[in-house]
């Protein structure tokens, strides 16, 4: 029998008790410190459609001077809802492996995952981005990050599930323009608001959601 997958889901009531924001938006410490302490594991077919929990799932855009990482999903990806769609964002669930930090491992993971990236990158947590206005997006909350894989290559591990290469900043935002229900919610969400993620990713300071959410970088 095939173990059932289990993914870290947060109450809505919990994360967002006085009503959920919409898009892209900045959170603080106090708000990361219930994705820590409220949230639990709990089987993903049993979550998928239950909009009182919300599943955890880092998104990270990677930058490169002045090129975004742009993705299309196959047919043959896992969630279907998905297919065909174009994407700046590359994550997933958090699952029970990530049991250290859990978002930092869980992003690194899934980076790892589905890109083949340079020895080492760094990676600044941003922010967060909410959509309730689709089935997808009423069941999950993206902890987004912005990703500087450094020098080097950089290339989609699973090519059957998804392609991807980088763009130009002025050629995405102009797909965006004409095209915007080519891309998945979250990715139309925050290329509405693509120079702040990522000034904010760059930002050196000290100033971010929370101390959990410095630059990290792997080897």
Same mark, same amino acid.
């Given at each position: ?24 938006? +900045?959170? #603080? ?13 709990? !089987?993903? !077919? ?6 009182? &929990? ?7 855009? @990677?930058?490169? !001077? ?10 043959? %990806? ?9 994407? @700046?964002?590359?994550?997933? =669930? ?9 978002? =930092?491992? $869980?992003? +690194?993971?899934? /980076? ?13 947590? @941003? ?14 909350? #993206? ?6 894989? %450094? ?12 392609? %991807?290469?980088?763009?130009?900043? $002025? !050629? /995405? /935002?102009? &797909? ?11 990715? $139309? ?31």
């Amino acid at each position: 029998m095939t173990e059932k997958e289990r993914v870290y889901v947060v109450p809505r009531a919990d994360l967002f008790p006085e009503g959920a924001p919409h898009g892209f938006f +900045r959170a #603080g410490p106090e708000f990361f410190g219930r994705i820590y302490a409220r949230g639990f594991f709990a !089987d993903r !077919d049993r979550v998928e459609e239950e909009p009182a &929990l919300k599943q955890v799932i880092p998104y990270a855009l @990677v930058s490169r !001077d002045d090129r975004i990482f742009l993705c299309r999903r196959t047919d043959r %990806g896992g969630e279907r809802r998905l297919h065909g769609m174009l994407s @700046v964002g590359v994550g997933g =669930h958090v699952n029970p492996q990530d049991a250290g930090d859990l978002i =930092h491992d $869980a992003l +690194r993971r899934e /980076l790892e995952e589905e890109l083949l990236l340079p020895a080492r990158f760094e990676a600044r947590i @941003v922010g967060l981005v909410n959509n309730d206005t689709t089935p997808v997006g009423s069941v999950h909350i #993206g902890v987004v990050a912005v990703v500087d894989p %450094g020098p080097g290559p950089v290339k989609v591990r699973e090519e059957d599930t998804m392609s %991807g290469d980088f763009v130009s900043r $002025a !050629d /995405l /935002l102009a &797909l965006h323009a004409r095209a915007r229900d080519s891309f998945e919610g979250w990715s $139309a969400l925050l290329l509405d608001r693509l120079d702040e993620v990522l000034a904010w990713g760059r930002r050196p300071d000290s100033s971010t959601p929370t101390p959990k959410a410095t630059p990290t970088s792997t080897t």
